[in-house]
């Protein structure tokens, strides 16, 4: 048999659409077939906090392997994974077409998908994931000055631990009107695009909520390094939030 990851993986759709997606036993069945793999190769275990959390409820189970861990606790294991997609790219010899088939980040989709269907998302969540209207509302001249004062008043952030159980001591993200599109406007330049090899020689940036709004800097430097080398780069015309962070709730409409 050939070792799985030699050749590029096989990614599968997501048959979000087909009714055993949302089938709860099935799911429960899945999660422990594909932790007992990860049980035996701990391969990942330095990626993020959603293998140690695995590796510790079965380490700290009565019969130290998956059969021992509550299928109740499969969820903090879930919570951990912000599918970054890392685990299934980089590191898992196991993945589609090996026949184990593991796609660790798809199955802790499905897991997400199926608790938002069933108990929806906190306030906190809703409005944080709302990207687009939360960072357009905050980062208008002054207003955005306001905000990241009172994000640093510690009596506010006490306020806001009490009413949106956002924790006081958790960094927040600087917001700046002066957004990476207002910034990178006045430095785009008609440079005529050279095609090479199969490509058109033209670049788009695509800003990101996170990139527009907080972390300008990224963006506009990107910008320049393109054009100290003679590429054509322009910002994409119009742009909404990717989505991700209402992916990452397990809300898939
Ligand atoms: S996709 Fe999830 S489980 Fe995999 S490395 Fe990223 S955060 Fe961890
Ligand atoms: S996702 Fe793959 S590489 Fe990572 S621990 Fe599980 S089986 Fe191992």
């Not at 077939?33 to 330095?46: A, I, K, Q, Y």
């Not at 906190?124 to 905000?147: A, E, F, G, M, N």
Request: glycine residues 4%; charged residues 25%; aromatic residues 8%.
């Amino acid at each position: 048999m050939r070792e799985g990851s030699v050749d590029a993986p096989t990614r599968h759709p997501i048959a979000w659409k087909s009714e055993a997606f949302w089938d709860k036993d099935s799911l429960n069945d899945e999660l422990e077939r594909v932790f007992d793999v990860c049980h035996g190769c701990r391969r990942c275990v330095s990626l993020c906090d959603a293998f140690p959390t695995l590796f510790d409820l079965i380490d700290e189970s009565e019969t130290l392997e998956v059969d021992g861990v509550d299928k109740a606790d499969y969820g903090k294991v879930v919570d951990q994974c912000y599918l970054c997609d890392l685990c299934y790219l980089t590191k898992c010899p196991y993945v589609p077409p090996h026949e184990f088939n593991v796609d660790f980040p798809h199955l802790m989709l499905r897991a997400k998908a199926q608790r938002f269907k069933d108990d929806g998302a906190s306030v906190r969540d809703k409005t944080l994931t709302s990207t687009d209207r939360l960072l357009s509302s905050t980062s208008i001249p002054l207003v955005d000055i306001t905000v990241n004062a009172l994000n640093n008043s510690s009596l506010f952030r006490k306020a806001l631990s009490a009413t949106l159980d956002i924790h006081h001591e958790a960094p927040l993200p600087k917001l700046h009107s002066k957004t990476l599109r207002k910034r990178v406007k006045p430095l785009l330049t008609n440079l005529p695009a050279q095609a090479v090899g199969e490509t058109t020689g033209k670049v788009a940036l695509y800003a990101t909520c996170y990139g527009n709004y907080n972390s300008p800097a990224i963006g506009e430097d990107f910008v320049k390094v393109f054009q100290h080398n003679d590429i054509h780069i322009d910002i994409v015309p119009k742009e909404k939030c990717c989505g991700m962070p209402k992916l990452e709730l397990g809300d898939l409409e």
